[in-house]
């Protein structure tokens, strides 16, 4: 089911009130003694609640250090405490409780600390390289009138890490579409079995990943829908750089 003018309408003011959030979370983590995976994770729930935002497949991710590079890490009975020199993936997804608005959904990338480990910093670039080489083929696409199937966009993304030596690392999907009752929507995603082309006025996300077990994991997760004019519509915040929180 593609989206009515008024649902994009709508989309896009739900993924500026979590946009909102993010920030806002960045800020809790500077301002608070004590940090954890947990506590974060209630703040967000409770913006959730204030904003009068519903959500479902699970908690928000919120993920330190070696968690997140679990694609989908749910906390545990012991939360990671935050402390010096900290990787933080924040993951949050939700939709108005009003009736008919789509989900958002987006990941954002922090740092607690000063300097980013070089490790970190190159794959934390890859992946941004990986996330626009997907838009910018998508956008080349509708610009010659036509739309790439999903498992296309799914290769171009993960050639940009495999060439920089870390495809075996590429443990989730590229992207896919966003629903009404759920953040995956019914339609193929944007992975290797996405053998549909996209589809006109309907939101999907872009979210190519790094995981290395044990050690750390980074994404990056845009939401975009490409109108009847062939445009694509980027409709969240594109990190462009580490989020330092000091």
């Known amino acids: 089911m593609v989206w009515t003018d008024e649902q994009i309408k709508n989309h ?32 967000i729930l409770m913006k959730f609640r204030k904003h009068n ?4 497949l699970g908690l928000p991710i919120v993920a330190f250090n070696e968690h997140s ?21 924040i993951d949050i997804w939700a939709r108005s409780k009003k009736r008919n608005y789509p989900y958002a959904d987006i990941t954002w990338m922090a740092y607690y600390g000063k300097t980013l480990p070089t490790k970190i910093q190159r794959a934390f670039d890859t992946v941004l390289q990986s996330r626009d080489a997907a838009v910018s083929f998508i956008k ?11 498992r296309v966009v799914n290769e171009k993304a993960n050639a940009i890490i495999r060439k920089a030596g870390l495809g075996k690392y590429i443990l989730h999907s590229t992207g896919h579409s966003i629903g009404l009752r759920s953040p995956h929507g019914a339609d193929k995603n944007i992975n290797k079995k996405g053998d549909e082309p996209l589809k006109l006025n309907l939101g999907y996300t872009i979210e190519p990943g790094i995981y290395i077990p044990g050690a750390f994991g980074i994404r990056s997760e845009i939401d975009f829908y490409i109108d009847e004019k062939m445009k694509l519509h980027i409709t969240t915040g594109l990190q462009k750089q580490m989020v330092f929180i000091k």
């Open 53 to 56: 935002l519903k959500s479902c």
């Open 69 to 89: 590079a679990l694609p989908h890490y749910a906390i545990g009975k012991k939360p990671a405490i935050l402390k010096p020199n900290t990787l933080i993936m």
């Open 140 to 150: 080349s696409c509708a610009k010659e009138g036509k739309l790439p199937e999903g």
């Open 12 to 43: 896009k003011e739900v993924a500026d009130v979590l946009e909102g959030i993010v920030r806002e979370v960045f800020v809790f983590i500077a301002k608070e003694k004590i940090v954890t995976e947990r506590s974060v994770q209630k703040f």
